[in-house]
C-alpha cells in the first residue's frame, strides 16, 4: 500500500459541456503541494475562490454531488474526483471557468486516461488513513439503501443495485485493487430511466444530457409520437430502443450501471479527505447516502481525535524515567512537568505527569478551589515534545528547545489535584534547519483536556558553543 502522498507530474485540461447545466467549460487539473488535499478553484470569479473536495462543503446530491463554500460553487464532481483519488492522486487544485465539471463521455475514461498520460509523482508527507475498528452502518429503510463497512487492512467495495428493473436486473460490481479501476470502473457510464427524462427536463436539468453522455434504460414499449419527441429532445432523427437501452448498441460491461455507481461511490468517498481501511458493502447507493456516510465517518474521526492514541500501562517500564528526563531537559522543579515518557517512535511521543496539590501553582491558583493552570497543560506538551526531539539529537544536554509559535489552543475540561495526565505529542512535518512542528494533546481518563499546535526550535545552549 502506497504510503506516501502523490500529485500529477503536469497539469491536464479538459473541455465539454456540464450535464446538468449545458454550460461549456474548460477545466485544469494542476499538481498541488502536501496535504493540499484536492480543492477545486473557480477561476471565472472574483478572487478565484476555493472550495475543498470534503464532504463538510457538500450542498446538494439531487442528480450529482455539489459542492460549495462561499462564493466558489461545483456541481457533478464525482467522476473527475473519483479518477484523481482512484489513480494515486491525494493532491490537487483544478481550475474550472464555469458551475459544473464537464460530463465528458458520462464516465471517468478519459479523465484517467490523461492522468496515465502525465503520470504521478511521490510527495514527502505521508497519506492520512482512517482505519476502521469497528462495523459503521448507513441505511435509508425505506428506500432499500444500505452502506455498511467493515475493519480490514484494505480498501475493497462490493455494491449492488436492484431498481425492481426487468431490464436492468440485480447487477453487482466489486473493486479489489485500485489497479483494476482503469480498465474496469472508470469506462462506466452514468445512466437514468426513461421515465425520468421529463421530470428532469420540468427542473432545468440534464441540459447537457445526450445519448453520447449517458445510458437511458427503457422499461416498456414506447409509441411512435414519444419517438418523435425523443428525437425532438436528443435532437437526433435516429431514435431506437435495442435490448431495453435507447440508442446504447453495446454496454461496456454486463453490469455497468453497477461499475458506474462504484464510480460514484469512490468519488464520494474520497470527499471524506483521507484513505480508508476497510470493506465496504453498499445497496442501492447514491450520492445522497454515499456523502451522509462520510460525514458520518468524518464525525467519527473526530471524536477518535478527542481519544488518546496510546494505551498507556502503569505496571509496564517506563520508557524514560524522572533520571532519564533530566538528562534531557534543563527543567527543574517547580518546573519539570513531565514524570515519564511510555511510548515514543520516529513521529510521536506518550508521556505522564500525576498532578497532586503538593504542586506550588495551586497556593494562588485557586485557594480554596485548586485549579492547574491553562499555561501550565501547554508547557506539559511543549516538555513531552522537547524530549522527543532532543532524544533524537547527538549530544542532547547541549541543546535546549524553545517556542517559536502555539496556534489552535483549546481546554476542554479542568485539570485538577489527583488527575493523571496522559501527553501526547505528533510530529507534524520532518524538522528542518531546527524547527519543530508539532501537535500537542493532554488527556485525563481518556478525555481530551486540552490540545494546541506548537512550534519550536532546537538551539545550542551559550555555555555549549
Known sequence: MQTKQQTLSAPISFSGKGLHTGVTVSMTVNPAADNNGIAFRRVDLDGAPVVPALCEYVTDTSRGTTIEKGAAKVSTIEHIVSALWSMGVDNAIIDIDGPEVPIMDGSAREYVARIAEVGIVEQKADRKYYEVTEKQVYTIPDKGVAIIIYPDDEFTVSVHIDFNSKVVGNQYATLDMFNEYAENIAPCRTFCFLHEIEPLLKMNLIKGGDLNNAIVVVENPISDEQLEHLKQVFGKDDIRVTGGYLNNLQLRASNELARH???????DFALLGM?????????????????????????????????????????????????????????????LLVDKVFYIDDKSIGAIKNITLNEPQFTGHFPTEPVMPGVLLVEAMAQAGGLFVLNGVENPQEY??????????????????????????????????????MMGKVFVGGQLACEATLMAQIIRNKKSE
Request: charged fraction near 25%; aromatic fraction near 10%; proline fraction near 8%.
Open 275 to 335: 484513505r480508508i481501511k476497510g470493506r465496504v458493502w453498499a445497496s442501492r447507493p447514491g450520492h445522497f447516502a454515499n456523502t451522509e456516510f462520510m460525514k458520518q465517518l468524518a464525525m467519527s474521526i473526530r471524536r477518535d481525535g478527542e481519544k488518546p492514541a496510546f494505551k498507556y500501562n502503569p505496571a509496564k517500564p517506563a520508557l524514560m524515567d524522572i533520571n532519564k528526563i533530566m538528562s534531557l531537559l534543563p527543567h527543574r522543579y517547580p518546573f
Open 400 to 437: 535546549s528547545t524553545y517556542f517559536l509559535k502555539i496556534d489552535n489552543v483549546r481546554f476542554k475540561r479542568k485539570v485538577v489535584p489527583g488527575d493523571t495526565l496522559q501527553l501526547e505529542v505528533y510530529l507534524l512535518e520532518p524538522i528542518r534547519r531546527g524547527i519543530a512542528s
Open 261 to 267: 455507481k462504484l464510480l460514484d461511490l469512490l468519488g
